[in-house]
């Protein structure tokens, strides 16, 4: 269950009970470090906009993330793809292909101009946001990449695998 609150008087309102997926907008924000506010209203509207979900992956879906102004939403897939979602619309942007397992993690940087991505396939991949195209593979892990993430300035990458390491990049 999803319920969302008035965060000053505490009034419940939204309640979702279809699924475990947030039906997200841009006035949701996953990244607990950068919240932005809205009025319930705005909320509802932006909310009941895109309720049926964004729609397109063709297996579970891992992670899904906004870029920093909240336009974008990033996701990442089973289907071994990774897809790019207008936030307000929640229409598919670009699908981004290349990894050959299961992907686990996106995100995007702090600039919005490259996506990272973390799969089962070993490797690390950094893909420009605006082109879809793959700029990159980081290889050195030894097994499954669980996540991957830009530091705040967008010069480095953090990834954990299932090889017991941690790797800055």
């Known amino acids: 269950t999803i319920r969302i609150f008035n965060r000053v008087t505490g009034e419940q309102i939204i309640q979702d009970d279809d699924s475990i997926s947030l039906h997200i907008t841009d006035s949701?924000?996953?990244?607990?470090?950068?919240?932005?506010?809205?009025?319930?209203?705005?909320?509802?509207?932006?909310?009941s906009r895109i309720k049926g979900g964004l729609?397109?992956?063709?297996?579970?879906?891992?992670?899904?993330?906004?870029?920093?102004?909240?336009?974008?939403?990033?996701?990442a897939s089973d289907d071994k793809t990774i897809r790019v979602w207008n936030a307000k619309t929640g229409?598919?942007?670009?699908?981004?292909?290349?990894?050959?397992?299961?992907?686990?993690?996106?995100?995007?940087?702090?600039?919005?101009?490259?996506?990272?991505?973390?799969?089962?396939?070993?490797?690390?991949?950094?893909?420009d946001a605006k082109t879809g195209k793959q700029i990159e593979t980081l290889i050195g892990h030894t097994d499954k990449v669980n996540f991957a993430s830009f530091?705040?300035?967008?010069?480095?990458?953090?990834?954990?695998?299932?090889?017991?390491?941690?790797?800055?990049w």
């Open 28 to 47: 949701i924000v996953i990244n607990i470090s950068s919240f932005q506010f809205c009025s319930d209203q705005e909320l509802r509207n932006d909310y």
């Open 91 to 127: 229409k598919q942007i670009e699908t981004l292909i290349g990894h050959t397992d299961k992907v686990n993690s996106a995100s995007f940087s702090p600039d919005g101009r490259k996506i990272v991505s973390a799969s089962d396939d070993n490797t690390i991949r950094i893909w």
């Open 55 to 75: 729609k397109g992956h063709t297996d579970a879906v891992n992670s899904a993330l906004f870029n920093q102004d909240g336009t974008k939403i990033v996701s």
């Open 151 to 168: 530091n705040s300035d967008g010069r480095k990458i953090v990834s954990a695998s299932d090889d017991n390491t941690i790797r800055i």
